[in-house]
């Protein structure tokens, strides 16, 4: 499948505001009177990625993840849902520092951290990990390891 640039469909981006004063800075990762209608977080998790790292590219057929970003990322974003208007567009998302993005089922999706120091990612799904009691299958379908994956990052 041959990708085009463009936006997609369902992708939400927004600024993570940050409160700064003498003794550092807050900001509010999401607030129910702001989420999109019908999403709901589940669980969260944290996870550090050293500089010039990428993880996916994957895709998820049920779950939206919603990324808060802390660092310098390139997002790389795909649209395989064929009943989507934006089909087929691939989006590159430059320093997404303190951004959130909200990714929905079927945007395949990976970054890269573009910095030289770590950088942290708090992701907020709206489906448990292998689901409830971890005992269901993993809503994930990996392309980083398929040497012949249309996803390729620059």
């Known amino acids: 499948?041959?990708?085009?640039?463009?936006?997609?469909?369902?992708?939400?981006?927004?600024?993570?505001?940050?409160?700064?004063?003498?003794?550092?800075?807050?900001?509010?990762l999401y607030r129910d009177d702001e989420l999109p209608q019908g999403f709901k977080p589940v669980m969260?998790?944290?996870?550090?990625?050293?500089?010039?790292?990428?993880?996916?590219?994957h895709e998820h057929k049920e779950q939206t993840d919603y990324f808060c970003f802390f660092?310098?990322?390139?997002l790389y974003l795909w649209d395989r849902?064929?009943?989507?208007?934006?089909?087929?567009?691939?989006?590159v998302?430059?320093?997404?520092?303190?951004?959130?993005?909200?990714?929905?089922p079927g945007v395949v999706h990976a970054y890269c951290n573009t910095g030289s120091t770590d950088g942290l990612v708090i992701n907020l799904p709206d489906r448990?990990?292998?689901?409830?009691?971890?005992?269901?299958?993993?809503?994930?379908?990996?392309y980083e390891?398929?040497?012949?994956s249309p996803y390729k990052m620059e």
């Open 1 to 28: 499948m041959k990708f085009k640039d463009g936006e997609i469909e369902g992708v939400i981006i927004k600024d993570l505001r940050l409160f700064s004063d003498h003794r550092g800075w807050l900001t509010e």
């Open 44 to 57: 969260s998790y944290i996870s550090l990625t050293y500089p010039g790292v990428t993880r996916g590219p």
């Open 71 to 74: 660092g310098d990322f390139t």
């Open 81 to 91: 849902r064929q009943d989507s208007p934006t089909y087929g567009n691939r989006q």
């Open 93 to 104: 998302l430059k320093n997404v520092r303190h951004k959130i993005v909200i990714v929905p």
């Open 128 to 142: 448990l990990y292998a689901g409830w009691g971890k005992k269901e299958p993993v809503d994930e379908i990996r």
């Open 145 to 148: 390891d398929d040497p012949n």
